[in-house]
């Protein structure tokens, strides 16, 4: 893109583009990152050095410890990383299961009212998550399902997004891979498994970061269907610090959210190169 | 080593006909190629013999029975594809040994690590790795069996995707264009191999190509596909010298052949443009008949040399060296496209540009298609070949 728009010009101008494209860049990063190294940096300080007029990124008496150790004392912190490791998981293997196979169906084989469905596919990635909320919680609440893992769980196991990515990206495996396959006895649900999933790799991982982050940061739907504290995810937690410290112990409640955001950004970095190759779309070469 | 029996097999995608109503037998053993350009149906076909495709109506019967119910990996049948379709992330290993894993284990088996440990898993495993070990080791890619499809070059996967149909020991080798990712050169070594391959193993082969030299270098019979519809089968040489239809005339050989519009005069003998051939081998009806001629059935003549029955002149438009022949374009009045004759270099090498050259063809091998574009057979092939010597 930046070559082709730099093609045939001066290499003067062509330095003016790049510093001018390198500014936006860095503003956006700026802006992006600004917050997050904010919590770090507030998450080591004292309470005293927070509050403090001059302002330095770097603290001068180094508080990491009491704050840290405050955030996993004073509320069970740990338990609500481990819960949302544990429902982020779940949700998302649940979400693999459906979307495999719905994916290759929609992709792959030919049947009657594929393309319906497929419709059917993208009209609920229209369907913001708030509008079934109410139904479903009256569902789960008929069930007897309400203030369980299974609450938080069971709305997000089907991913209509999941499926579309899938879907797109199954849609770029050439058919003879499946031909083969047929023909050296693999059967229809072993083609998914054995070849589309791993053929698929890049683009599930892809998902599987999105999955996370989405599922790590839900607010909205956990908060309405878990009251007990032992069931919290990640960001109830968070919300628990503030209110049990009344909002005003800054130190403990940034090192609770700095705790709370590393598995999503060690997750992205672990992942970063499939991630890519997922969302650019190329399965075999 | 089977045999495939196809009998008026259509197939429709959407509003075209793909397959119009194709009946086609082929021998146990044999190396039959479907030929035809792209688009004419010879690989749907090849997927409905697979099992890969269903056909709207007609039967396909393997060895005897009938298959149409079968899934394709009930049919015994093996196939090569134009990519190759090696599973990307498997090693070759595991790519040639799929097709035994999925036959010899159990479902629960397969399944990884707790494979492992059920009994009964070891020895079959260790045969399938002797199986895979052989015919990697006669395919000459032993070496890279734990490498990935990735690392392989186009010729090593082509050999990859023949050893992993080659493991089952399947009745009957589908091969679908499978020389057609190859670079010029390996092409024609790899032909050769195929070839080899087909005698070595006795099986049937059937092979799908749009490239009229492969269908001619390795088969035992060509099926020549137009349209969805079979022109001719016969072996490679008959296909050349007795075109069905002016169709397949057209299709096979390079340069092209010469075409000619003519028509029969009272005496049976031809009028074609300003000149009179004799073609005593066909008895034609009075009407419009096209002639054919192949560009190396003609000779040049030359002024006060011997007298040939069919001649026809021109001007030398175009000269073409191709070092171990020369291809001589010349205008002939009343038609719009040049004739094309193969000329020895030495006699090449006399000609100009603007000259005018008479090419003589004899009578026996002029080809006699009628106004529908049949081939109009001959009286009796013997019988003329001793009038000619006589």
């Not at chain 1, 498994?193 to 683009?203: F, G, K, S």
């Not at chain 2, 149409?68 to 009930?74: C, E, S, V």
């Not at chain 2, 081998?281 to 003549?301: I, M, S």
């Amino acid at each position: 893109m930046s070559v082709l728009a730099s093609a045939g010009r001066s290499p003067a101008r062509r330095l003016a583009f790049s510093a001018f494209r390198h500014a936006v860049l860095l503003a956006a990063s700026v802006l992006t990152l600004g917050p997050f190294v904010l919590m770090v940096s507030i998450s080591l300080k004292s309470p005293g050095e927070i509050f403090a007029p001059e302002f330095s990124l770097w603290p001068q008496t180094w508080y990491a410890w009491e704050n840290y150790s405050l955030a996993f004392t004073k509320q069970p912190l740990l338990r609500f990383i481990l819960n949302g490791f544990f429902i982020t998981l779940c949700i998302f293997t649940a979400q693999a299961l459906f979307a495999l196979p719905c994916a290759y169906a929609l992709a792959k084989l030919r049947w009657r009212g594929r393309n319906t469905v497929f419709v059917f596919v993208l009209l609920g990635l229209l369907v913001p998550p708030q509008v079934p909320a109410i139904p479903l919680y009256i569902l789960l609440w008929q069930v007897g399902l309400l203030d369980t893992y299974a609450a938080i769980i069971l709305p997000s196991t089907i991913s209509v997004f999941g499926i579309f990515l899938m879907r797109q990206f199954f849609m770029t495996v050439p058919d003879s891979l499946i031909h083969a396959a047929r023909l050296d006895g693999v059967g229809e649900f072993g083609i998914v498994w054995r070849i589309m999933l791993p053929t698929a790799m890049p683009a599930l991982v892809a998902f599987g970061v999105l999955s996370f982050i989405w599922n790590w940061n839900e607010f909205f739907w956990p908060l309405l269907v878990v009251q007990s504290e032992h069931l919290a995810t990640p960001p109830l937690g968070v919300v628990f610090f503030a209110n049990a410290e009344a909002g005003t112990n800054y130190g403990p409640l940034m090192a609770a959210a700095t705790a709370v955001t590393a598995p999503l950004v060690i997750a992205f970095l672990l992942a970063q190169r499939w991630f890519i190759e997922g969302v650019t779309m190329t399965a075999v070469k | 080593m089977a045999s495939v029996e196809i009998s008026k097999v259509a197939k429709t995608f959407g509003e075209t006909a793909v397959l119009r109503s194709v009946s086609l037998s082929i021998e146990k053993g044999e190396f039959l190629t479907l030929v035809g350009p792209s688009g004419c149906g010879k690989t749907t076909l090849l997927r409905i013999i697979a099992g890969l495709e269903t056909q709207d109506s007609g039967a396909v019967k393997i060895a005897g029975i009938p298959v149409d119910h079968l899934p394709p990996k009930r049919r015994d049948v093996a196939m090569v594809f134009q990519n190759y379709a090696l599973y990307p992330y498997m090693t070759v290993a595991e790519n040639m040994a799929l097709p035994l894993v999925m036959r010899r284990f159990s479902a629960l088996q397969r399944l990884p690590l707790l494979g492992r440990l059920l009994p009964g898993t070891t020895p079959i495993r260790a045969g399938i790795d002797a199986e895979v070990g052989q015919v990697a080791r006669s395919l000459a890619i032993d070496h890279l069996l734990s490498r990935r499809p990735a690392q392989l070059s186009g010729g090593q996967r082509q050999r990859v995707a023949l050893g992993r149909a080659m493991v089952r020991n399947p009745q009957i080798f589908l091969m679908d264009e499978p020389l057609s990712n190859l670079d010029a050169k390996l092409r024609v070594q790899t032909r050769t191999e195929i070839a080899e391959l087909h005698r070595r193993l006795g099986a049937t082969f059937v092979y799908v190509t749009h490239d009229q030299v492969e269908a001619m270098t390795m088969s035992s019979r060509v099926a020549v596909m137009l349209e969805g519809d079979l022109h001719q089968v016969a072996p490679p040489q008959e296909i050349y010298d007795a075109p069905a239809d002016l169709a397949v005339a057209g299709f096979i050989g390079t340069p092209k052949i010469n075409l000619l519009p003519a028509q029969v005069r009272g005496d049976g003998a031809f009028a074609v443009l300003d000149r009179v051939w004799p073609l005593p081998q066909v008895e034609a009806l009075a009407g419009g008949y096209t002639l054919g001629v192949r560009p190396e059935a003609w000779t040049p003549l030359r002024a006060g040399g011997r007298v040939a029955l069919c001649a026809m002149g021109g001007i030398v438009r175009h000269i073409e060296l191709l070092g171990s022949e020369t291809l001589v374009h010349f205008a002939v009045e009343g038609l719009q496209q040049p004739l094309v004759a193969r000329v020895d270099p030495m006699v090449g090498a006399t000609l100009r540009l603007a000259d005018a050259v008479t090419f003589g063809v004899s009578p026996e091998r002029v080809h006699v298609f009628d106004a529908q574009g049949r081939r109009v057979p001959r009286r009796d092939a013997l019988e003329f070949r001793e009038a000619a010597v006589g």
